[in-house]
Structure formats: structure tokens, C-alpha cells
């Protein structure tokens, strides 16, 4: 019995964390959600956000988040399985991490330094002779910034997940005869998947919120959610339709959570 109360003493600080800074947000949100403009209640702001206008702006933020994810993905695995092939596989993945301890306005404001038009980027097309380009305020600057952003992010489950693979089932897959591409598609990827999926996770789901990137390095060229949100909160000070996109946005990503979780098999 004393140990009972005592897991209930222990789960306290944890509950009340969640109660308030978890449940009572969220509920709030929901609330804001039904008010209009002059505060009154109403369902105009969810009607509203099934218009091709916000639709579209969903679209946008899915598309810029896939993008996102698939190019960190792509990045981030390659180089995940090198760095358990390194005699230094922790150091070298620390120095990975670092860059990412460093204020997001910071690294944002120096590639506006690299992608400007007498940034090093344009120096180096200049030296080839391709000359200046806009490079900045394109959704390729957009996409590029986002992924180097967050490829750590994508690489330290991926990576976990390789450095726990059991070597022995690669060497018996190697001794039946299997070639890489198949030691790879049939062993290696499938036993690593769980990495993938929280990589996948933790990538797309703040990728479908930017908002600051999208003003300083897109130009305001890419519209998301989250550059919503920050309008509506911010600038047309419409609470409600802020709120009722926030909803939205969070149960996206609770789907997300849902389809990219661990499914654990029945025996």
C-alpha cells in the first residue's frame, strides 16, 4: 500500500505538468475556436477553413512538409549508416548535433548572409560563370534552410537504430548469397524502420508549422499553417480563426503520431 501512494506522490509532478501545460492549452484553443471575431459563439471559423482559400494553404503545408522530410530522409539515412562505420561514431555524430544548440534565428540570418545577392552562393556561381541568381526568397532557399535544419533531428533515431542492429543477420544474409541492394531492402531497411518513423515524426511534424523561416528565407512566398496562425494571433488579432487552423493543425499531427507509431504485433 505504502508503495502505491508513493507511485501516485511520484506521478504528481508529472500529471499536474500535463494538466496545465499539455490539456489546459489545447481545451483552450478549442474554446477560442468557436468564437468569432466580436467573441461570440459560432461555428463561421470551421466553415470558413473548408474554403479553397485554407484548403489550399493545408495543401501547401503538406507539400513544403513532405519535401522536407523526404530530402532529410535521403540525407539523413546514408549518412546515419556511415557513422556507425567510423571508428569515432560518437564524436562524429556530436559535432552533427551541435549545429543544431544554436538559435533557429541565428542560422536563419546567415543564410541570408550566404544566399544573398553578394552572399558566398552568388560569389561561387559568379566564379563558374553562371553569374548572380535569386537565390533567396525561393522555395528552394525555403526547402534547403528547412532540411539542414532538420536533419539532426532525422539522423540521431536513424542512427540509433542501425547502431543496434544485430551485425550477425547481415552476415547471414551476406552468406546466403544476398546481394547489398537486397542485405539492404529485406534486413537492414525493414529492422530499422522504427528509426525511420521518429525521424519521419519529429521532421514532418514542426515541418508543417514553420512560420519564420517561411518570412525570412521564402520572403513570404510560402504560406503554412503556422504562417496563418501567426496572422491571425498577430496581425488581424481574429483569435478565433487562428485558434480554429491550430485545432486543425493539431489533430494532423496527432494523425501523423498515429500512422508513423509503433504497432506492437500480437502474439
Same mark, same amino acid.
Given at each position: ?118 552572399? %558566398? ?96 528565407i521564402a520572403g513570404n512566398r510560402v504560406i503554412t499553417l503556422g504562417t496563418a496562425i501567426e496572422q491571425h494571433f498577430l496581425v488581424t488579432q481574429d483569435w ?9 493543425? %493539431? ?17
Amino acid at each position: 500500500m505504502n508503495s502505491r501512494v508513493a507511485r501516485q506522490w511520484y506521478m504528481l509532478p508529472y500529471t499536474l505538468w500535463m494538466v496545465f501545460f499539455v490539456i489546459a492549452p489545447i481545451l483552450l484553443v478549442l474554446y477560442y475556436s468557436f468564437l468569432d471575431v466580436n467573441g461570440q459563439f459560432s461555428l463561421a471559423n470551421y466553415q470558413k477553413f473548408f474554403t479553397p482559400v485554407y484548403l489550399k494553404m493545408t495543401f501547401s503545408s503538406f507539400w513544403y512538409a513532405f519535401l522536407i522530410t523526404l530530402f532529410s530522409l535521403l540525407v539523413a539515412y546514408p549518412t546515419a549508416y556511415l557513422l556507425t562505420k567510423t571508428k569515432h561514431k560518437q564524436l562524429w555524430l556530436l559535432l552533427i548535433i551541435v549545429p543544431s544548440w544554436i538559435n533557429l534565428l541565428l542560422k536563419a540570418y546567415a543564410f541570408l548572409g550566404i544566399f544573398g545577392t553578394y552572399g %558566398i552562393s552568388n560569389q561561387f556561381l559568379e566564379a563558374i560563370g553562371i553569374g548572380t541568381r535569386q537565390i533567396l526568397f525561393t522555395d528552394f532557399s525555403f526547402v534547403f534552410v528547412s532540411v539542414y535544419i532538420f536533419i539532426p533531428f532525422m539522423i540521431l533515431p536513424i542512427f540509433n537504430s542501425l547502431n543496434e542492429l544485430n551485425p550477425s543477420l547481415v552476415d547471414a544474409a551476406n552468406d546466403l548469397g544476398a546481394s547489398k541492394w537486397t542485405t539492404f531492402s529485406r534486413v537492414i531497411f525493414p529492422l530499422t524502420i522504427e528509426g525511420v518513423k521518429s525521424g519521419i515524426q519529429v521532421t514532418f511534424i514542426p515541418a508543417l508549422s514553420l512560420f519564420m523561416l517561411t518570412r525570412l528565407i521564402a520572403g513570404n512566398r510560402v504560406i503554412t499553417l503556422g504562417t496563418a496562425i501567426e496572422q491571425h494571433f498577430l496581425v488581424t488579432q481574429d483569435w478565433g480563426m487562428g485558434s480554429t487552423i491550430a485545432v486543425f493543425l %493539431i489533430l494532423i499531427m496527432f494523425g501523423i503520431m498515429a500512422a508513423t507509431g509503433n504497432r506492437k504485433r500480437g502474439v
